[in-house]
């Protein structure tokens, strides 16, 4: 089994320190919530982030949906031949369990997460469908111990999907990142032992994520 890690995602709550701007406390009443129980979202929160550490790295829930969404949907997926992982902004980490579906309504998924981060488990029949808890990149890497950690950048080394298909080997593990601009960090950078670049122009991370697997998925079941 392979794993795949969502890095460094745009998927948080309001920080503290945002949670009494008008634009977040507007939006978290229409919601009814509070502040702290919703997510940033650069589309109604866009006031309050101007200036904020990593700004362009955060606030955009919506990606990181899309890219779940194309991991979770594929045969890979519901044949439990790949692991998923989020890795947040804020150094935690969502674990999915098997044939986890999440809604396709961005409202519905920004609802589940919101309530993940409260109550810490999603939980129906006794199974762990998503778990969340403080852990930092590293920490996950060193948890999963793979053989090798693939990661996708404008920085690394011109490739190819097929080419790096050919490289994946059983417990692989795939890095991209769940934001909207910007690079890696070089604490996540230091745990890639192979950094890629799959096109002259930077791709949104749903992309790299459909192509990539697909391209693995025809070695396993073409």
Same mark, same amino acid.
Not at 8 to 19: F, I
């Given at each position: +089994?392979?794993?795949? %890690?969502?890095?460094?995602?745009?998927?948080?709550?309001?920080?503290?320190?945002?949670?009494?701007?008008? #634009? !977040?406390?507007?939006? =978290?009443? $229409?919601?009814?919530?509070?502040?702290?129980?919703?997510?940033?979202? @650069?589309?109604?929160?866009? =006031?309050?982030? $101007?200036?904020? $550490? /990593?700004?362009?790295?955060?606030?955009?829930?919506?990606?990181?949906?899309?890219?779940?969404?194309? =991991?979770?949907? *594929?045969?890979?997926?519901?044949? @439990?031949? %790949?692991?998923?992982?989020?890795?947040?902004?804020?150094?935690?980490?969502?674990?999915?369990?098997? /044939?986890?579906?999440?809604?396709?309504? &961005?409202?519905?998924?920004?609802?589940?997460?919101?309530?993940? &981060?409260?109550?810490?488990?999603?939980?129906? @029949? /006794?199974?762990?469908?998503?778990?969340?808890?403080?852990? #930092?990149?590293?920490?996950?890497?060193?948890? %999963?111990?793979?053989?090798?950690?693939?990661?996708?950048?404008?920085?690394?080394?011109?490739? #190819? &999907?097929?080419? *790096?298909?050919?490289? *994946?080997?059983? @417990?692989?593990?795939? !890095?991209?990142?769940?934001?909207?601009?910007?690079?890696?960090?070089?604490? *996540?950078?230091? $745990?890639?032992? /192979?950094? &890629?670049?799959?096109?002259?122009?930077?791709?949104?991370?749903?992309?790299?994520? =459909?192509? +990539?697997?697909?391209?693995?998925?025809?070695?396993?079941? +073409?």
């Amino acid at each position: +089994m392979i794993s795949l %890690i969502l890095s460094e995602s745009a998927l948080e709550l309001v920080p503290s320190e945002l949670k009494h701007h008008p #634009s !977040v406390v507007t939006h =978290a009443k $229409k919601l009814g919530k509070y502040s702290s129980e919703i997510l940033l979202d @650069n589309s109604w929160h866009f =006031a309050a982030m $101007k200036g904020i $550490k /990593n700004e362009m790295k955060r606030g955009r829930p919506d990606l990181v949906h899309f890219s779940i969404l194309e =991991a979770t949907t *594929i045969p890979l997926y519901l044949e @439990n031949k %790949i692991k998923l992982y989020v890795h947040t902004i804020d150094d935690k980490v969502i674990s999915f369990g098997e /044939n986890v579906h999440l809604p396709k309504s &961005y409202h519905r998924f920004a609802g589940v997460i919101e309530k993940l &981060y409260q109550e810490k488990q999603i939980v129906t @029949n /006794n199974d762990v469908l998503l778990e969340i808890k403080d852990q #930092s990149f590293s920490e996950l890497i060193d948890e %999963i111990n793979p053989t090798k950690v693939i990661g996708f950048s404008t920085k690394g080394i011109s490739s #190819s &999907y097929e080419k *790096i298909t050919a490289e *994946i080997s059983d @417990n692989s593990c795939l !890095v991209i990142g769940g934001f909207q601009k910007g690079h890696f960090s070089d604490s *996540i950078e230091d $745990k890639i032992t /192979n950094l &890629y670049s799959v096109g002259d122009k930077p791709f949104e991370g749903h992309v790299v994520v =459909a192509r +990539m697997l697909y391209e693995y998925e025809k070695t396993i079941f +073409m």
